[in-house]
């Protein structure tokens, strides 16, 4: 007998569906456009102004979780309650405005102590602030479209401050040297300490025009605060900020201690953090794909969540997962060789970029491990075990400052990366522990671990045996295009059946 589905449910599948592609474009171009624009402006900048742009981006993460202070959540939570709905936008606005202001004013006042920290020009940090500050202000109306159900605006809106933040920077990057040859720059950018300062200012003048263009969203503010509703917002959004600042730790604290944390002086830590950030960029791959795979997954496993064979279901889609990444992973270290080539052939000042080129293949598999920890820590998510997220979390966070302080000052930026892989293996085998105990899954544990560690055997039989030989550049790429051919032939074969 033929059931006739729900239309209601249908439409609200199409609608998730749709939603999920719009915010996930807009993210994930986000991600793919700060991965390219790293690479395109080695052109112009050194090494050490390129530490410069890693340290204060790896200050902006753990800024942006302090000034929003979870609020973003707690505005969706309490604006679907009867009581609070017309008023849970204007609490989650002043206090974020609250926040920021404060910061605004703490950073003019120590500006200079704060300048002296961070071993930078004072310019740089009245810049970070007012790009910090039109940031975070967005953050509460981009929820609102959210919460108004518009992903295509929302994405929209995100996708323009992208375009207009790499316009201006590719005007500015493009013009300072028409300038320096009619000898205009000596007058107009002297103000600037170096071609840094061009990005932040990009930054700003992108943000403030996105501000703008959210201005609309402000017609719901009210005339005063609900402080009863402000204290329980409060109260709910305190422990996702700290959640938060344990995930900021493990994604971004080794490019900030790094500097504090090597041996050389000032001009040469920051050239050792460039060489890092530039490489990292690399491992942003595997991040983007998890970013597309979490969009996707996410509605899925929740969607399931009371499913007979949801457990099935989470098994497979790790196996998948695995595989994927690791196809990943081949496709960038078994080509760096061209890869390389292909850097210098642009800008022939990338070779003093890719001295740091094996710490690649150890942050790729960190990022691996960081997907596979996403995919185990689902079923605390669906048991609403969350607080044991938040120790993972937390302990993934200890483990990444204690192996930053142990190995950055013996072995370099090369510690950083090491201590990125030892942190995301911890998480995954507690949350594995974690897993066995109060959820088990059926995991093929096995064959997951052994498409890893062929992945790493192919790779390595590149490094040791196939590289010393010092064959052609394109015999090099033919043997690496076989080898992953060879990997997606045995995945396949194994695979195939299921």
């Known amino acids: 007998m033929y059931i006739c589905p729900n239309p209601n449910n249908l439409s609200t599948v199409k609608k998730l569906a749709s939603d999920t592609a719009a915010y996930g474009v807009s993210s994930i171009l986000a991600r793919l456009i700060n991965f390219l624009f790293g690479f395109l402006i080695i052109k112009y900048i050194t090494q050490a102004e390129f530490g410069t742009f890693t340290n204060f981006y790896a200050y902006a993460g753990f800024i942006l979780v302090a000034l929003t202070h979870g609020m973003e959540t707690a505005y969706f939570r309490f604006a679907n309650k009867a009581e609070s709905k017309e008023t849970a936008f204007t609490t989650a606005f002043f206090s974020v405005l609250i926040a920021v202001v404060l910061f605004v004013i703490l950073a003019y006042v120590f500006q200079n102590s704060i300048a002296e920290y961070v071993k930078e020009p004072k310019l740089y940090i009245q810049f970070f602030v007012w790009m910090m500050a039109f940031d975070v202000l967005a953050a509460i109306p981009f929820a609102s479209l959210r919460k108004q159900g518009r992903p295509i605006a929302f994405a929209a809106l995100k996708i323009l401050n992208i375009a207009l933040f790499i316009a201006f920077n590719i005007i500015f990057f493009l013009l300072w040297p028409i300038l320096e040859t009619k000898g205009i720059s000596s007058t107009l950018m002297s103000s600037v300490p170096s071609k840094v300062s061009f990005v932040f200012i990009a930054n700003i003048l992108a943000s403030i025009l996105t501000f703008l263009f959210l201005i609309k969203q402000f017609q719901q503010l009210q005339s005063r605060i609900d402080f009863a509703l402000y204290k329980k917002m409060l109260g709910y959004a305190m422990p996702i900020m700290l959640v938060g600042f344990a995930g900021m730790v493990n994604e ?53 969540a009371d499913k007979s064979d949801n457990k099935q279901m989470l098994a497979k889609t790790m196996k998948y997962y695995t595989i994927c990444v690791c196809v990943i992973f081949l496709s960038i270290v078994l080509f760096l ?162």
């Open 252 to 304: 971004v604290l080794d490019r900030i201690i790094m500097t504090r944390l090597l041996p050389y002086d000032d001009i040469t830590n920051k050239e050792q953090l460039g060489i890092y950030g530039f490489n990292y960029k690399f491992a942003m791959l595997v991040s983007m794909f998890l970013q597309a795979y979490r969009y996707a997954a996410e509605p899925i496993f929740f969607r399931y």
């Open 337 to 498: 060789p061209l890869i390389q080539a292909l850097f210098v052939l642009y800008s022939p000042n990338s070779i003093n970029y890719f001295v740091g080129a094996d710490i690649i293949p150890i942050l790729l598999m960190a990022n691996i491990f960081l997907g596979i920890y996403f995919n185990i820590s689902t079923w605390y998510k669906i048991t609403d075990k969350t607080y044991i997220g938040a120790i993972i979390s937390i302990i993934g966070a200890s483990i990444t400052i204690i192996a930053n302080v142990i190995l950055v000052p013996q072995i370099g930026y090369h510690g950083a990366a090491w201590s990125t892989l030892l942190c995301y293996l911890s998480m995954v085998l507690i949350a594995y522990i974690a897993e066995q105990k109060y959820y088990p899954i059926p995991y093929d544990y096995k064959r997951i671990v052994s498409y890893i560690i062929l992945a790493l055997a192919l790779y390595l039989l590149l490094k040791f045996l196939v590289l010393p030989m010092s064959f052609s550049l394109f015999l090099n790429t033919t043997i690496a295009v076989l080898l992953l051919l060879f990997y997606l032939f045995i995945a396949y074969f194994l695979e195939k059946k299921k």
